[in-house]
């Protein structure tokens, strides 16, 4: 299968997605996702592969969420990006995900890393959200799943502040599984997919599909909150954040609260 905005590899009973958009720190648009979506359910239902990692090229970025060069997104979904349906997929294919958080894991990006069964980071990886700060917010597996690794406070700490967190925080947290120096983070990834491959592939997925039990109902509260996103993105409230982004300043979202 072509891909445009990502690689997809299979080595060994590994399956790598890598998304391919460094000149952007690897953010999506609606075509990335539909291309991920696409390798997921690639990876996830090929009985030759166990694990599944996702990465982003390079050594400055996993992913920095959706891409805000160009405007509103215009593809599928709700809000113009099949965000849904790719977190979905995340959950939903019976191989575990692991995250390799190279760099910056930021907005989306973090909610990726977030959704992951699990994360291994460089040293060098800083994570965080961004939304608050450019007129977005992923309000499902993006807040009450991070509340569920972090703790409530902490999430809401993420979220209001918009601060970002070293690996080492983030491992603190709860946030990714180990930090390893950048040098070392393929061998690690290596590592424990080497370990999940001895098990059994039906015992893992029966593991996973009853960790993600536990917390279904938030992929409801994310469906229900999309509608609500998508008329906020119409308010000048919202637009001043991506504006501000793009023009290199800092927002005025005072102005336009109604
Ligand atoms: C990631 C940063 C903290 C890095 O800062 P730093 O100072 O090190 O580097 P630069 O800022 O100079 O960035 C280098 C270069 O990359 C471009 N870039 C980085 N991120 C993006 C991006 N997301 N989109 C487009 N371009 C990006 C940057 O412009 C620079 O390019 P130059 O040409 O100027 O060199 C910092 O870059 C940063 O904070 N980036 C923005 C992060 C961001 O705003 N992300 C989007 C948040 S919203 C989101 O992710 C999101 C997720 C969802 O799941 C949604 C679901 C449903 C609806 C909406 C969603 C949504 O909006």
Redesign the pocket.
Known sequence: MEFKDIIYTEDNGVATITINRP???N??TSNTCEELIQAFSLAGYNKDVGVVVLTGTGD??FC??????GGR?KGR?V???P??EL?SIIRDIPKPVIARVNG?A????N??VTLCDLAIASETA?L????P??G???PGF?TALLARLAGDKRAREIWYLCR?YSAQQALDWGLVNAVVPADQLDAEVKKWCDEILQMSPTAIALAKRSFNMDNENIRGIGAFA?QA?AMY?DTEESKE?GNA??E?RKPEFRKYVK
């Open positions: 000149q952007v720190y953010a999506f400055k970025a920095t969420g959706s891409d805000q060069s997104h979904g809000v113009g990006l965000i849904e977190q910056y930021i907005g989306g990006g909610v990726l800083q965080g959200q961004v939304g700060k450019v977005s917010v992923d993006g970002r999309m996103l993105y954040g982004f793009r290199k």
